[in-house]
């Protein structure tokens, strides 16, 4: 049945993916001095157990939506990127807990990782893409985007914000997941950022609702709701396997549909509340 499929695939899910953040015993230590920029305490012991955590999808589809208190009423909030709280708070909520970013946006002059006060609150967690099952030491030799300069401005401006790089083999352990559960061959990149957000929560969360990332009545072409553009890769995915992401979450889903129609939000439960 496929409740039975859910539990295996959630048991998988949990077996096989450590979503670990990169620790500085892991640089050879001969090696670079930005690895002493690296948080010494665990996002674990940051973060704290988590009971009930939102995780929020940047898709133009969440405007209009008017879920705002419903996701400030969980006790952390995950967002995206640039995505923005302030002018939006009626459809997004306020709270940011743990911010979850790329490491296109914080290495890309464009994108004023350094500049913009966006990024100064809350927990943040960056990723690189790195080559496939590359150990660390291979994979900061070269990562797709050089960010470590910007790394070390930020956490010398902000010493006390928590600034945590994933390990880079925590997004391949997915990639398999997805890959072992879809009959055809999926991109061999990286799942997106929603994907390791939404399993972040599921480590750090008694229960995770995800919203906006299957899409509700109010699908839209647009981008992300903070700005106009229009792209259908958006919600489908080119580089990153999203339509895959999209049915393995779709597939592990406690709620009722009627919610992800109406409000876009899948039910999940964090990986202590399932035993395998
Ligand atoms: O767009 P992005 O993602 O920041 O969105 C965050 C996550 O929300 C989900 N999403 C977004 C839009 C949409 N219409 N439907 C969705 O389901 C996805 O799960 C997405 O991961 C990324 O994953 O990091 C990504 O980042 C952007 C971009 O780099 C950043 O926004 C910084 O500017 C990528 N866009 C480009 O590179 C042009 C995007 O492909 C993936």
């Keep these: 049945s496929s409740k039975l499929h859910a539990e295996k695939l959630l048991c998988e899910l949990k077996n096989k993916v450590n979503v670990t953040m990169l620790k ?7 090696d670079s ?14 973060a704290r157990q988590l009971g009930r955590c939102a995780v929020v999808s940047s898709a133009g589809s969440i405007k209009s939506s008017g879920l ?15 995505a923005p709280t302030v002018g939006y708070h009626q459809d997004v909520g306020n709270k940011t807990t743990i911010r979850l970013i790329n490491s296109q946006l914080v290495t890309l002059e464009e994108h004023q990782f350094l500049k ?3 990024y100064n609150s809350g927990i943040l967690v960056m990723w690189d893409p790195a080559p496939y099952h590359a150990e ?19 956490r010398q401006k902000h010493p ?23 009959p055809e061959n999926i991109q061999p990149n990286p799942p997106s950022s ?30 992300h709701y903070y700005q106009k553009f229009q792209d259908r890769a958006c919600v ?24 992800i129609y109406v409000k876009g939000r899948v039910t999940l439960p964090g990986f202590r509340k399932i035993h395998c």
């Excluded at 001095?33 to 940051?46: A, F, I, N, R, T």
């Excluded at 994933?166 to 997941?177: E, K, R, S, V």
């Excluded at 229960?207 to 990332?213: I, L």
């Design 68 to 82: 705002g208190s419903e996701i400030d009423s969980h006790d952390a909030v995950l967002r995206f990127n640039g």
């Design 116 to 118: 913009n006060d966006l």
């Design 236 to 259: 489908m995915g080119a580089y990153h396997p999203l339509l895959f992401e999209k049915n393995l979450v779709k597939k592990i889903s406690q709620g009722e549909d009627e919610h």
């Design 24 to 30: 500085r015993t892991e640089i050879p230590s001969d």
């Design 194 to 223: 929603g994907m390791l957000g939404i399993l972040l929560m599921m480590d750090l969360c008694d229960e995770v609702n995800v919203y906006e990332f299957i899409p509700s009545k109010r699908q839209t072409d647009i981008c």
């Design 160 to 182: 006390d914000q928590p600034f945590y790089i994933l390990h880079p083999q925590a997004p391949w352990q997915i990639w398999d997941i997805l890959q072992e559960n879809t």
């Design 136 to 154: 660390p030491s291979e994979w900061y030799r070269k990562p797709d985007y050089d960010f470590f300069g910007n790394y070390k401005i930020y």
């Design 33 to 46: 001095e930005w690895k002493e920029y690296l948080p010494v305490k665990s996002l674990g012991e940051e």
